[in-house]
T-cell receptor, first 113, second 110 residues
Framework: DTEVTQTPKHLVMGMTNKKSLKCEQH?????MYWYKQKAKKPPELMFV???????INESVPSRFSPECPNSSLLNLHLHALQPEDSALYLC????????????FGPGTRLLVL | LAKTTQPISMDSYEGQEVNITCSHN???????ITWYQQFPSQGPRFIIQ???TKVTNEVASLFIPADRKSSTLSLPRVSLSDTAVYYC???????????FGTGTRLQVFP
């Protein structure tokens, strides 16, 4: 099973709202990732968790706050977002290192009004 | 930051072989080259991964020259369902980051 699940599938939020994106995998992977993808562009890495510890933060604004409650779950907390943050947010996981093959979830389509 | 470049788009007909190239001049010495397929509003799907020479699986082949500064994804006998965007993913030796290629939009016609 190489499935990564993400909820919700779609999300519309105002600039003053607080919302969370959720990601789950049951492959026993120990590295998990958040990516942001704008239309017709490749995914851009935001955060990497390795063994439940934040190992990479690609200078992401603080209005995005990641959390890894356990080895199977990854959250992305959103607060005071801007319209330009509207994008497809992808979660991925890999065995245990950044260079291992990453398996992606279906993504959450976010629209900020 | 050196870009990992791919042709923007390619057209093909059903049953033909399609070869998509990725140029990665600054590839990190120890990194693999990975290719993904992405349909609209879906996450990228793993296709194939290799380090050097040639790798083949049930859906594709990957050709990597000795200098590893490029790679070619080969899709044999494409079908309409292969219409998608294809990305390579490599490590950059200068930044030690994994970088997606610019993506190639493949359109397959009947």
């Amino acid at each position: 099973d190489t499935e990564v699940t993400q909820t919700p599938k779609h999300l519309v939020m105002g600039m003053t709202n607080k919302k969370s994106l959720k990601c789950e995998q049951h492959m026993g992977h120990r590295a998990m990732y958040w990516y942001k993808q704008k239309a017709k562009k490749p995914p851009e890495l935001m955060f990497v968790y390795s063994y439940e510890k934040l190992s990479i933060n690609e200078s992401v604004p603080s209005r995005f706050s990641p959390e890894c409650p356990n080895s199977s779950l990854l959250n992305l907390h959103l607060h005071a977002l801007q319209p330009e943050d509207s994008a497809l947010y992808l979660c991925a996981s890999s065995q245990d290192r950044l260079r291992e093959t990453q398996y992606f979830g279906p993504g959450t389509r976010l629209l900020v009004l | 930051l050196a870009k990992t470049t791919q042709p923007i788009s390619m057209d093909s007909y059903e049953g033909q072989e399609v070869n998509i190239t990725c140029s990665h001049n600054n590839i990190a010495t120890n990194d693999y080259i990975t290719w993904y397929q992405q349909f609209p509003s879906q996450g990228p799907r793993f296709i194939i991964q290799g380090y050097k020479t040639k790798v083949t699986n049930e859906v594709a082949s990957l050709f990597i020259p000795a200098d590893r500064k490029s790679s070619t994804l080969s899709l044999p006998r494409v079908s309409l369902s292969d219409t998608a965007v294809y990305y390579c993913l490599v490590g950059d030796m200068n930044t030690d980051k994994l970088i997606f290629g610019t993506g190639t939009r493949l359109q397959v016609f009947p």
